[in-house]
C-alpha cells in the first residue's frame, strides 16, 4: 500500500521541516514508507492574487534539502513539459495535474526522466478514459506509472467521485491512487478561491480501500485553517497517523 502525503504548496521551510518530522515519525511508528509532496508552483490557482509558492528553481532546492536532511521519497507536480528534466532530477515521482493529463508532451517529458509518473484522472474523464493517457507514458518510458482518482465535475462548486472508477483504472494500472483531499474540494466556491469539505476525508479514503485503491494521497497541513492554498480540504497534521492505521487494518 502506497501513502503520499505534504503540503499543498510549498510555503516556507519551515512548513516542510515540521510535515517531513511528522511524516518521518509515522513511518518508524507505522513501518509506512510515505512519500513526501509538495508543489513549487500552483499554476492552476483559482484568482491572480492567490499565493503560487517560491518557483522552480528556489522550490527544488527546497525539496533537495528535505530529503537531504529526511531521507524521504519526493513527489511533485509540473505543468509545462519543460520542468520535467529538472524536476526529475530531485524527485522521485513525478504528478500530472488533472486538468492536463491529456496533455501529450506533458506526458512524453514527464516519462522520459525514466521516473515515476502518477498521472491524476481529470475532473471531466472516466475512469476507463484513463487507458490514453496510462499508454502515452508508457510507451515514453516511464519506469512505472500510478493512476489517481480525484473525482468528477458535478454541476457548478461540486465534485462526487464514483468509485468504480477505482476497479476500472485497476484494470489499466497496477496501482491505483486516491487522492483523498482533493476529491472532498468545493471548486471555485470560496470567493475567489477553493473551498472543500476535510471532515469528509477519512471517508473518502476507506471507500476508496474498499473498492480496490492500493494507494492514498493527502495533503496535510498543522494549521489547515491558515494554509496559503487548499485549506479546507486539506487533513490536519495530526490526524494523518490514525488515519493510516485505519487504512492498514
Same mark, same amino acid.
Given at each position: 500500500m502506497k501513502f503520499i502525503a505534504g503540503p499543498c504548496v510549498i510555503e516556507s521551510a519551515e512548513l516542510l521541516n515540521a510535515v @517531513?518530522?511528522?511524516i518521518v515519525a509515522i513511518n518508524r511508528n507505522l513501518g509506512t514508507d510515505i512519500i513526501f509532496k509538495a508543489s513549487f508552483d500552483k499554476a492552476n490557482?483559482?484568482?491572480?492574487?492567490?499565493?503560487?509558492g517560491p518557483g522552480l528553481e528556489k522550490g527544488l532546492q527546497m525539496l533537495h534539502d528535505v530529503k537531504s536532511k529526511w531521507g524521504l521519497k519526493l513527489l511533485t507536480d509540473i505543468h509545462e513539459s519543460w520542468q520535467a528534466a529538472p524536476v526529475g532530477e530531485v524527485v522521485?515521482?513525478?504528478?500530472?495535474?488533472a486538468f492536463l493529463c491529456r496533455q501529450t508532451d506533458l506526458l512524453v517529458a514527464a @516519462?522520459?526522466?525514466?521516473?515515476?509518473?502518477?498521472?491524476k484522472k481529470a475532473q471531466f474523464l472516466s475512469g476507463a478514459d484513463m487507458k490514453y493517457p496510462y499508454e502515452k507514458a508508457l510507451h515514453s518510458g516511464a519506469s512505472e506509472i500510478w493512476l489517481t482518482e480525484r473525482g468528477n465535475i458535478y454541476g457548478y462548486n461540486n465534485l462526487v467521485v464514483d468509485f468504480r472508477n477505482i476497479p476500472d483504472m485497476l484494470g489499466i494500472a497496477p496501482t491505483v491512487v486516491m487522492d483523498c483531499t482533493h476529491s472532498v474540494q468545493r471548486p471555485g466556491a470560496a470567493g475567489g478561491k477553493t473551498g472543500g469539505n476535510r471532515e469528509f476525508v477519512p471517508s473518502m479514503a476507506l471507500a476508496a480501500k474498499a473498492f480496490g485503491a492500493n494507494g492514498f494521497f493527502f495533503e496535510v497541513h498543522p494549521d489547515p485553517d491558515n494554509a496559503k492554498s487548499d485549506g479546507p480540504n486539506m487533513l490536519r497534521l495530526e490526524d494523518l497517523e490514525s488515519l493510516?492505521?485505519?487504512?492498514?487494518?
Amino acid at each position: 500500500m502506497k501513502f503520499i502525503a505534504g503540503p499543498c504548496v510549498i510555503e516556507s521551510a519551515e512548513l516542510l521541516n515540521a510535515v @517531513a518530522e511528522k511524516i518521518v515519525a509515522i513511518n518508524r511508528n507505522l513501518g509506512t514508507d510515505i512519500i513526501f509532496k509538495a508543489s513549487f508552483d500552483k499554476a492552476n490557482r483559482t484568482s491572480l492574487t492567490s499565493f503560487r509558492g517560491p518557483g522552480l528553481e528556489k522550490g527544488l532546492q527546497m525539496l533537495h534539502d528535505v530529503k537531504s536532511k529526511w531521507g524521504l521519497k519526493l513527489l511533485t507536480d509540473i505543468h509545462e513539459s519543460w520542468q520535467a528534466a529538472p524536476v526529475g532530477e530531485v524527485v522521485d515521482v513525478i504528478q500530472i495535474p488533472a486538468f492536463l493529463c491529456r496533455q501529450t508532451d506533458l506526458l512524453v517529458a514527464a @516519462a522520459a526522466t525514466g521516473k515515476i509518473v502518477n498521472i491524476k484522472k481529470a475532473q471531466f474523464l472516466s475512469g476507463a478514459d484513463m487507458k490514453y493517457p496510462y499508454e502515452k507514458a508508457l510507451h515514453s518510458g516511464a519506469s512505472e506509472i500510478w493512476l489517481t482518482e480525484r473525482g468528477n465535475i458535478y454541476g457548478y462548486n461540486n465534485l462526487v467521485v464514483d468509485f468504480r472508477n477505482i476497479p476500472d483504472m485497476l484494470g489499466i494500472a497496477p496501482t491505483v491512487v486516491m487522492d483523498c483531499t482533493h476529491s472532498v474540494q468545493r471548486p471555485g466556491a470560496a470567493g475567489g478561491k477553493t473551498g472543500g469539505n476535510r471532515e469528509f476525508v477519512p471517508s473518502m479514503a476507506l471507500a476508496a480501500k474498499a473498492f480496490g485503491a492500493n494507494g492514498f494521497f493527502f495533503e496535510v497541513h498543522p494549521d489547515p485553517d491558515n494554509a496559503k492554498s487548499d485549506g479546507p480540504n486539506m487533513l490536519r497534521l495530526e490526524d494523518l497517523e490514525s488515519l493510516i492505521k485505519k487504512l492498514l487494518s
